[in-house]
């Protein structure tokens, strides 16, 4: 089973439904196939089959995803960039990659100019949409090429995609994965999301990391892609009611911007009927919040690019019932039960021994999503899957009833004065305070402590609070020794591509010049 054999099967079942509207324009189900199909058999041609790696840099649209569909149908390697990275980044991940073959946007031919001169491995360069200078165009590439389903077979164990991680703590790795894993992660959201009919499908956040997996889900259940190319908040609201949207995906941060954004609470929701919230887990104020403003309509899932999407899923059902039965309130904070398409998902000791219930400890799993190997690194291959295990570099607790709780990364966790303070405890309690939208806690120097707990802040528009208030709000509900010694306020967080906030980048600004450094 392949991503390729979904989306075929939806072509049967609905030939003339729109899979792409929204930027790259209107594309059929048919349409997109046939596409596809000379796409793959221009990479044929040149050799770009099996084991050969190709890349797409372009903004959402229903245009990106379909050429990248054609290049996995001839068995090519696909290796996500993201366009909202530094391009330093970009082409380190292609060069590291051994990308041979780059599908473009035109918008982006400025910085493919500079990917040509700097990666060795490429061997041909095309541009999506247009002529330009910088590529041959994709209309002249596949032109005379056949309409037919090139004849490959796709074993499940063929390498389909060699994704970036989200680099949070670093250089991305590559993590190598088959075409059997994108496919189990498609079936695992198959088996958490219930729609009555085919989904809309809001894709604001980048197709190249989580966002493109929920696209290709759409495209496996017969839906719509509304593909937009930047992620603008009046056009999110405009879109939800203008397509009626019925699934969307937001990270946290981009989530807290629209709950604080004033039209947020002219708009309908009725047509939406999930909500999904991933690449970093939500504070459960805010989701109480999210709630109130969308409807029950809330999903957290849990994933990784080593180890697929979803991990664990939590559902409406099980937040409305958190938020309507206080002895439950508690679940808010959960990221769900464990996804059927893990075989074992547990807590473990720092000796990978399996921990009780409510102990805090890794959390590792074993299952067919869990990645092949870091591509070129296998001392990190090797200690992610160390003792047959699948670590996920998260610490977090299962209770009685077997739900899931991410306490922090294992690496941002704070040692202050011989004790373990995991900065997400902290954070959620800040986001509860009504003038915060957004922010970041880490440990920075302190000749006393070892490492003290500061904040960093984003205030809610047009709110003003200050740093003694916040410690007050904070020691009421934490403690002391869990309180913010010191809060910055700033205008804006570093993060991702994939919208994740860099704590490494923030450490660095407070450890420049430190000998010792606590990650």
Known sequence: MNVIQMFDR??????????????????????AQILSNRVARACLNEGNGKDSRFSCISPNSGLAMTVQLGAMRANAVWCNVNLRDAPENIIDVLNRGKVE??????????????????????????????????????????????????????????????????????SPKLAVSSHHW???????????LHFKKPPVYLAVAPITHVGGLIANYTLSQGGTNVMMARPDLDLILDA?????????????TLTYMLLKYPR???????????????AAPMAPEKISEAMNLFGPVMVQMYGQSEAGLPITCMPPEDYAEALSNTSKRHRLASCGRQSQIID?????DHNDNISGPNEKGEIVLRGPTAMKYYFNDAEATAEIQKNGWHHTGDIGYRD??????????????????????FPFEIEQVLLAHPDIQDCAVIGVPDEKWGEAVKAVIICSPGSRVSEKELQDFCRQRLGGMKTPKSIDFVND???SAAGKILKRVIRETYWKGQKRKVH
């Open 10 to 31: 939806s072509v049967r079942n609905y030939p003339e439904k729109l899979a792409f509207t929204g930027e790259g324009g209107d594309i059929t189900y048919k349409a």
């Open 101 to 170: 073959l780059l599908f473009y946007h035109s918008t982006t031919a400025d910085l493919v100019k500079s990917v040509k001169e700097k990666v060795d491995s490429l061997k041909n360069v095309i541009c999506i949409d247009k002529e330009d200078e910088n590529g041959t165009y994709l209309e002249n590439w596949i032109k005379g090429e056949s309409e037919m389903m090139p004849q490959i077979k796709i074993d499940d164990n063929d390498i389909g995609i060699q994704a970036a991680t989200g680099g949070t703590t670093g």
């Open 182 to 192: 994108l496919a189990l992660s498609i079936l695992g959201i198959t088996l958490s």
């Open 240 to 252: 939800i009611w203008q397509h009626k949207i019925t699934l969307m995906f937001l990270p946290p």
């Open 264 to 278: 947020a609470k002219e708009i309908d929701y009725s047509s939406l009927k999930y909500f999904i919230s991933s």
């Open 344 to 348: 074992a998902l547990e807590i473990v």
């Open 400 to 421: 009685d009833d077997g739900f899931f709780y991410i306490v922090d990364r294992k690496r941002d966790m704070v040692v202050s004065g011989g004790f373990n303070i």
């Open 493 to 495: 967080l570093p993060k």
